[in-house]
């Protein structure tokens, strides 16, 4: 028998195993994949939120032309578009409070979102989800999403 023989002999055998292997490690992924990942559960149904980089939880609101923000201390304001002005030189919005303030609305690519007043220098922070429940006993412990 010559070499060319027994090499294309191996190539058969090796390639067969590496089927075998990898039906096998399907197999065992495939109930993985099946199972549902729970969607994201909301800690306490408030964001972690930030006034003048203090943390202060809010929950906020998108309503047409704007948005609202509620404070936990009690305290709600809304944001309405600023008519005729739209965005400043830098492309974010701009949105004038009911007290007449004007802000700057900055979304990031988290989808996070910032209002900063540039007349006072007050700034919010708002994260775009909520903070996730601790993890159960047994589970890595990071949000689902």
């Known amino acids: 028998m010559s070499i060319r023989c027994r090499r294309e002999d191996l190539k058969s055998w090796a390639g067969g195993a590496w089927l075998a292997l990898l039906l096998a490690v399907m197999a065992g992924v495939a109930p993985a994949l099946a199972q549902k990942v729970p969607p994201q559960i909301p800690r306490d149904g408030w964001k972690d939120c930030e006034?003048?980089?203090?943390?202060?939880?809010?929950?906020?609101?998108?309503?047409?032309?704007?948005?609202?923000?509620?404070?936990?201390?009690?305290?709600?304001?809304?944001?309405?578009?600023?008519?005729?002005?739209?965005?400043?030189?830098?492309?974010?919005?701009?949105?004038?409070?009911?007290?007449?303030?004007?802000?700057?609305?900055?979304?990031?690519?988290?989808?996070?979102?910032?209002l900063t007043n540039d007349a006072n220098g007050n700034r919010i922070f708002v994260p775009l989800r909520f903070p996730c429940k601790p993890p159960l006993q047994g589970e890595v412990g990071y949000c689902r999403y």
Not at 68 to 77: N, V, Y
């Open 51 to 114: 006034y003048n980089d203090k943390p202060l939880a809010c929950v906020d609101a998108q309503i047409p032309g704007g948005l609202t923000i509620r404070w936990k201390d009690g305290q709600s304001m809304t944001y309405r578009q600023v008519s005729g002005k739209g965005k400043d030189p830098s492309g974010s919005d701009l949105l004038r409070d009911r007290l007449g303030g004007i802000w700057r609305r900055e979304l990031y690519v988290q989808g996070n979102m910032s």
